[in-house]
């Protein structure tokens, strides 16, 4: 039911569904250009703020944030190296990226994040509200309304954050889904143990593993395993009997805190936006976490919708927002492209009951082409770094 004119709480410019990366990124970026917004989102404040996130700051995303005025505010991290360390077979071998300007990059466990877009969104006077469960209706004249207060507003725009499984998205009718299954899972698993290596990938006939830091006391780990794995089958002892199998050397053993199953897969919605709903991050697109570009995506989205929405309002030009699906869709389909590649290539490498003894091979002769400087391993800094 559409509300009335007298039903309405409330008028913004845009409101934002979702205080994750793509949300809080947009709230900022439309604050400091002087356009009014809210974001409203589902969970807690505390909720949002302690989700365990991994996340690497891509080049493009930190040069983003500097441009910004907020790379002192927002970014932090231990830098990233221009160096990706694997252990194959149990050897150690740093893989050396060629290209020239990795340095900006971070790796900033997404929480962090969250947590600091979270201050200065609040403290440069933005719009927050929590535990607010919301719909949407009428896309072309938009309206949200929210529980908790009990809020109607109306908007010029809707961003839709809110990620895979949020109201947004199922507001669009007849959205193309486009979807590729890898066949396999991670187990994720976050121990309270400080880690063998800030960062290491691990290849070998068990399966791909692999090991971050996730500061002084905790690690998080991944191991690739089959899609009707169980929780209930990964006990603490055999965890730990697996990750020192793959990586060939003892590990610190210590207390698991959580572990999850994530079936790998790349999911594209085409269009990204229907009437004057739009879709960013999560909301619109999936990749696989061995690309480590799903942050950086949604960095990405949420620049490109607030320099759209500046220009319609400062310049009353819609043509940003007209073609805002179109090139969102063609930085997404370029990085699907390097997430699909770089995830088959690595994980082909190591186990040969997915994809058989041929293309394991065939990937173990790819892998180490990328070892010796040359266009193949020029073209994978490139994407790493998020230059493309």
């Not at 088959?344 to 490498?349: D, K, R, T």
Request: glycine share 8%; charged share 25%.
């Amino acid at each position: 039911m559409t509300a009335t004119l007298s039903e309405v709480d409330e008028n913004t410019t845009v409101v934002i569904v979702g205080a994750g990366v793509a949300g809080l990124t947009l709230g900022i970026f439309l604050l400091h250009s002087g356009i009014d917004c809210v974001v409203v989102e589902k969970r807690s404040r505390e909720y949002v703020e302690q989700r365990q996130r991994a996340g690497v700051i891509d080049t493009r995303a930190a040069r983003m944030f500097r441009a910004h005025g907020l790379e002192d505010r927002v970014v932090g991290g231990v830098p990233t190296q221009p160096v990706l360390n694997f252990r194959i077979d149990g050897e150690t071998r740093p893989l050396a990226l060629d290209a020239g300007d990795q340095g900006d990059g971070r790796f900033c466990p997404q929480q962090v994040l969250v947590r600091n877009l979270i201050e200065v969104f609040l403290a440069d006077g933005g719009d927050l509200r929590f535990s607010a469960e919301v719909s949407i209706e009428n896309l072309d004249r938009p309206l949200v309304r929210y529980t908790g207060a009990a809020r109607t507003i109306s908007c010029e725009f809707i961003a839709g954050c809110d990620g895979d499984r949020g109201v947004s998205r199922a507001a669009i009718p007849d959205l193309t889904r486009h979807t590729h299954e890898y066949g396999y899972a991670w187990l994720t698993v976050l121990a309270e143990v400080p880690a063998n290596h800030q960062s290491m990938m691990a290849l070998n006939h068990r399966g791909f593993a692999g090991q971050f830091a996730r500061g002084p006391q905790a690690s998080r780990f991944y191991l690739q395993c089959p899609l009707d794995s169980t929780l209930e089958e990964w006990t603490d002892e055999r965890i730990w009997d697996e990750i020192e199998a793959r990586f060939g050397e003892p590990a610190t053993r210590g207390p698991i805190a959580s572990t999850q199953l994530v079936p790998l897969r790349s999911v594209v919605h085409s269009k990204m936006n229907h009437g004057r709903l739009y879709l960013l991050g999560d909301a619109a697109h999936i990749i696989p976490p061995m690309s480590a570009k799903g942050m950086n995506l949604a960095l990405h989205d949420a620049e490109l919708f607030a320099n759209a929405v500046v220009r319609y309002r400062k310049e009353n030009d819609s043509s940003l927002l007209d073609s805002y699906s179109a090139t969102a869709l063609r930085h997404v389909w370029n990085y699907q492209a390097f997430a699909m590649w770089w995830t088959e290539l690595v994980h082909n490498a190591g186990d040969a009951s997915y994809a058989g003894e041929f293309r394991r091979q065939a990937a173990r002769a790819e892998l180490e082409r990328l070892f010796e400087p040359g266009p193949a391993n020029r073209l994978l800094s490139e994407f790493i770094a998020g230059l493309n």
